[in-house]
């Protein structure tokens, strides 16, 4: 778990840790993380930094490993884990039970600690619930609670809590960080950059071999269509990736890149290191400009989808406009 060590460097990890050895701790937290796939393991890392045997999160002492498991007496998570299920969302049930087990003493140390895993999706009625408890926090209490928005809690909420945000990171620190998980380099590469800042994307993709198909469908697109009739067909290829588009919309970016980054003669700077030869044959047919406007179609198609655009017109337009590009700067 490397790429959870991440987090130690971030300002809002630094700062709780500050406040612990002050020992000025708040009586509740909400850290916002953009990262949906990662945020409960990111929760139980702020929680074994308060039960750490070494004071470090160690993840080897007796209290990290319990709370890894979630099986440590003075620190309770919600919403349970289901051998075989997807984790459930937070229910006014496990609210109610936090309440009353934030006034039993704590088994093992000074503090009870009670972490809400996926907070956005707590419902007003579960909130207002929690609010007493907020207001006034029995002695020894610290809720730590993670959510992608601070905006699904209330205001009435989110006035009682400490804020601390977890940043995107970057490429080459999600690269650097998931080194041990994944063995294939330039698979790690693309979906370290394709992973909008967030370790679990980056996860996601880099043990998705439809990740790959994507790569080898972006080659064939600037390889092969040569023509429009070739457009319908690559149209129908490209459709089937309609529920992860912009994922396959930031691997024909890097593909492109790359074809630029050899053609220019920067061919260090190709991610696809395995794939070098496709890519020169890519880029081939392609004018440096041309290239820059595959890149510049690409982010165009992601900002129709946030906007809703219908899906197969955006990769009809796209695919046209490549191809439109691709001759257009053969004549200049």
Same mark, same amino acid.
């Given at each position: 778990?490397?790429?959870?060590?991440?987090?130690?460097?971030?300002? /809002?990890?630094?700062?709780?840790?500050?406040?612990?050895?002050?020992?000025?701790?708040?009586?509740?937290?909400?850290?916002?993380?953009?990262?949906?796939?990662?945020?409960?393991?990111?929760? #139980?890392?702020?929680?074994?930094?308060?039960?750490?045997?070494?004071?470090?999160?160690?993840?080897?002492?007796?209290?990290?490993?319990?709370?890894?498991?979630?099986?440590?007496?003075?620190?309770?998570?919600?919403?349970?884990?289901?051998?075989?299920?997807?984790?459930? #969302?937070?229910?006014?049930?496990?609210?109610?039970?936090? $309440?009353?087990?934030?006034?039993? +003493?704590?088994?093992?140390?000074?503090?009870?600690?009670?972490?809400?895993?996926?907070?956005?999706?707590?419902?007003?009625?579960?909130?207002?619930?929690?609010? #007493?408890?907020?207001?006034?926090?029995?002695?020894?209490?610290?809720?730590?609670?993670?959510?992608?928005?601070?905006?699904?809690?209330?205001?009435?909420?989110?006035?009682?809590? +400490?804020?601390?945000?977890?940043?995107?990171?970057?490429?080459?620190?999600?690269?650097?960080?998931?080194?041990?998980?994944?063995?294939?380099?330039?698979?790690?590469?693309? /979906?370290?950059?394709?992973?909008?800042?967030?370790?679990?994307?980056?996860?996601k993709l880099a043990r998705d071999n439809s990740f790959l198909d994507m790569v080898g469908l972006s080659l064939q697109i600037l390889t092969n269509m040569q023509k429009s009739s070739d457009v319908l067909s690559f149209s129908t290829l490209v459709m089937k990736y309609k529920t992860s588009l912009p994922a396959f919309l930031d691997v024909l970016e890097i593909v /492109?890149?790359?074809?630029?980054?050899? +053609?220019?003669?920067?061919?260090?700077?190709?991610?696809?290191?395995?794939?070098?030869?496709?890519?020169?044959?890519?880029?081939?047919?392609?004018?440096?400009?041309?290239?820059?406007?595959?890149?510049?179609?690409?982010?165009?198609?992601?900002?129709?989808?946030?906007?809703?655009?219908?899906?197969?017109?955006? $990769?009809?337009?796209?695919?046209?406009?490549?191809?439109?590009? #691709?001759?257009?700067?053969? +004549?200049?």
């Amino acid at each position: 778990m490397n790429y959870l060590s991440l987090l130690s460097n971030t300002q /809002a990890y630094r700062t709780f840790i500050k406040e612990r050895d002050e020992g000025t701790l708040s009586h509740a937290y909400l850290v916002v993380s953009p990262d949906a796939d990662m945020n409960r393991a990111y929760i #139980k890392y702020f929680a074994k930094a308060l039960f750490c045997e070494n004071q470090t999160v160690c993840n080897a002492c007796r209290a990290c490993e319990l709370i890894e498991s979630e099986r440590y007496g003075d620190c309770t998570v919600y919403p349970a884990e289901k051998e075989g299920e997807k984790t459930q #969302k937070i229910v006014t049930a496990d609210i109610d039970d936090l $309440v009353r087990q934030s006034y039993l +003493k704590p088994v093992e140390g000074a503090r009870r600690v009670f972490v809400l895993a996926g907070a956005e999706n707590l419902t007003e009625q579960a909130q207002n619930k929690l609010l #007493k408890t907020l207001e006034e926090p029995p002695q020894g209490v610290v809720i730590l609670m993670i959510a992608t928005s601070e905006y699904a809690m209330l205001s009435t909420v989110r006035s009682r809590v +400490k804020k601390l945000e977890l940043p995107y990171f970057t490429p080459e620190q999600i690269t650097e960080a998931l080194r041990d998980e994944v063995e294939d380099e330039d698979r790690l590469r693309l /979906a370290a950059v394709s992973a909008g800042g967030t370790i679990g994307k980056a996860l996601k993709l880099a043990r998705d071999n439809s990740f790959l198909d994507m790569v080898g469908l972006s080659l064939q697109i600037l390889t092969n269509m040569q023509k429009s009739s070739d457009v319908l067909s690559f149209s129908t290829l490209v459709m089937k990736y309609k529920t992860s588009l912009p994922a396959f919309l930031d691997v024909l970016e890097i593909v /492109a890149r790359d074809a630029l980054m050899f +053609k220019t003669g920067h061919k260090n700077m190709v991610m696809n290191k395995s794939r070098v030869v496709e890519i020169a044959k890519a880029g081939f047919t392609f004018a440096p400009a041309a290239l820059i406007g595959v890149i510049e179609r690409c982010g165009e198609a992601k900002q129709s989808l946030k906007y809703n655009a219908n899906t197969q017109m955006v $990769v009809d337009t796209l695919l046209f406009g490549i191809l439109e590009g #691709k001759y257009q700067w053969r +004549k200049s």
